[in-house]
């Protein structure tokens, strides 16, 4: 099997986008086969997950849900796409609201966030509706009614307020749009806001691992910032699969178990040499393959 199948985690700078992310990487690696697994807007910096090989067959297995950000809003403006990429336009007659926060009454509507949230797309995003991106009907002046999603934000914290500029960090559920939630935090106190900066630091379940400057992709030393298929599975129970049974699986048959297991419950296939075979699920007390590697 081809070694590089996996995830690496690029550290993505400011003014280029997670296309041109990815752009890079194809070129500067060979690895043709890749994607991006959460992508982040042109302004942002931060962990941007590339999966590449094998490893893009198991995409929908990774339990993805959690990241974190921390961000920079600047209070009292406003642009139609939520950040610095369009000029914001400015409400003198906020400066006096924003004059009178402070931490205690800040704190208290942040709390007001935490638990599920329902938010609506914004226009500029890469949310489909009829199959394309609702950026692309923004551009056009066509503005299209969008249904509140549910998201879940697990934490929220002041970091601090100077001046106009209200930095926090996050711990949100996946499909979270920072902008739209800035806005939705600071229309709590009659106030107009733009996302001014924002940094993802953490995606799930990649907490633990080292993101790579793109620059260094140059060399062959990327390679020791892969992370492997089973690393990137690893909350998946496994399950140690003599060779014949391996053969079978592959074959499309099923494996009688001994062991009850849950009914469409997953597990990672691994052999008696500790490779990793692809992800495989229990019906009736058997073992079915669910996505195997390429042999």
Same mark, same amino acid.
């Given at each position: 099997?081809?070694?590089?199948n996996?995830?690496?985690?690029? *550290?993505?700078?400011?003014f280029? %986008?997670?296309? *041109?992310?990815?752009?890079?990487?194809?070129?500067? %690696?060979?690895?043709?086969?890749?994607?991006?697994?959460g992508?982040?807007?042109?302004?942002?910096t931060?962990v941007?997950?590339?999966?590449?090989?094998?490893? %893009?067959?198991?995409?929908q297995y990774?339990?993805?849900? #959690?990241?974190?950000?921390e961000?920079?809003?600047?209070?009292?403006?406003?642009?139609?796409?939520g950040?610095?990429?369009?000029?914001?336009?400015?409400y003198?007659?906020?400066k006096?609201i924003i004059? #009178?926060?402070?931490?205690?009454?800040i704190?208290? &509507?942040?709390? %007001?966030?935490?638990?599920?949230?329902?938010?609506t797309?914004?226009m500029?995003?890469?949310t489909?509706?009829?199959?394309?991106?609702?950026?692309?009907?923004?551009?056009?002046?066509i503005?299209?009614?969008?249904?509140?999603?549910?998201r879940?934000?697990?934490?929220?914290?002041?970091?601090?307020?100077k001046?106009?500029?209200? *930095?926090?960090?996050?711990i949100c559920?996946?499909?979270?749009?920072?902008? &739209?939630?800035?806005?939705?935090?600071s229309?709590k106190?009659?106030l107009h806001?733009c996302?001014?900066?924002?940094?993802r630091?953490?995606?799930?379940?990649?907490?633990?691992? &080292? &993101?790579?400057?793109?620059?260094?992709?140059?060399s062959?030393?990327?390679?020791?910032y892969?992370?492997?298929?089973?690393?990137?599975?690893?909350?998946?129970?496994?399950?140690?699969?003599?060779?014949?049974e391996?053969?079978?699986?592959?074959?499309?048959?099923?494996?009688?178990?001994?062991?009850s297991?849950a009914?469409?419950?997953?597990?990672?296939?691994?052999?008696?040499?500790?490779?990793?075979?692809?992800?495989?699920i229990?019906?009736?007390?058997?073992?079915?393959?669910?996505r195997?590697?390429?042999?």
């Amino acid at each position: 099997m081809n070694a590089l199948n996996g995830v690496i985690l690029i *550290e993505k700078h400011k003014f280029v %986008t997670s296309n *041109e992310i990815l752009s890079i990487f194809k070129r500067k %690696t060979g690895i043709q086969k890749a994607g991006l697994m959460g992508i982040l807007d042109p302004l942002a910096t931060g962990v941007l997950p590339i999966v590449f090989g094998e490893a %893009t067959k198991f995409i929908q297995y990774i339990e993805n849900d #959690k990241k974190k950000y921390e961000i920079k809003s600047k209070l009292g403006v406003f642009s139609e796409c939520g950040d610095f990429e369009s000029d914001p336009i400015e409400y003198d007659d906020e400066k006096n609201i924003i004059s #009178k926060l402070n931490n205690e009454n800040i704190i208290t &509507t942040l709390k %007001t966030f935490i638990g599920e949230y329902m938010q609506t797309p914004p226009m500029y995003s890469s949310t489909k509706y009829n199959g394309k991106p609702l950026y692309s009907y923004a551009r056009k002046n066509i503005n299209i009614e969008r249904k509140p999603k549910r998201r879940i934000i697990y934490d929220l914290q002041l970091i601090s307020l100077k001046d106009d500029i209200l *930095e926090m960090s996050v711990i949100c559920s996946s499909g979270t749009y920072i902008r &739209t939630l800035i806005q939705d935090i600071s229309e709590k106190w009659q106030l107009h806001s733009c996302l001014y900066e924002l940094h993802r630091s953490k995606v799930e379940p990649f907490d633990n691992f &080292t &993101t790579i400057p793109i620059d260094k992709l140059e060399s062959d030393c990327y390679q020791k910032y892969i992370i492997s298929i089973p690393s990137m599975l690893h909350k998946l129970p496994k399950k140690i699969c003599r060779v014949e049974e391996i053969d079978k699986l592959y074959c499309g048959l099923s494996i009688k178990q001994l062991v009850s297991h849950a009914d469409q419950s997953l597990c990672l296939i691994i052999d008696i040499q500790n490779v990793c075979h692809g992800v495989g699920i229990y019906k009736n007390n058997c073992l079915y393959p669910k996505r195997l590697m390429k042999r």
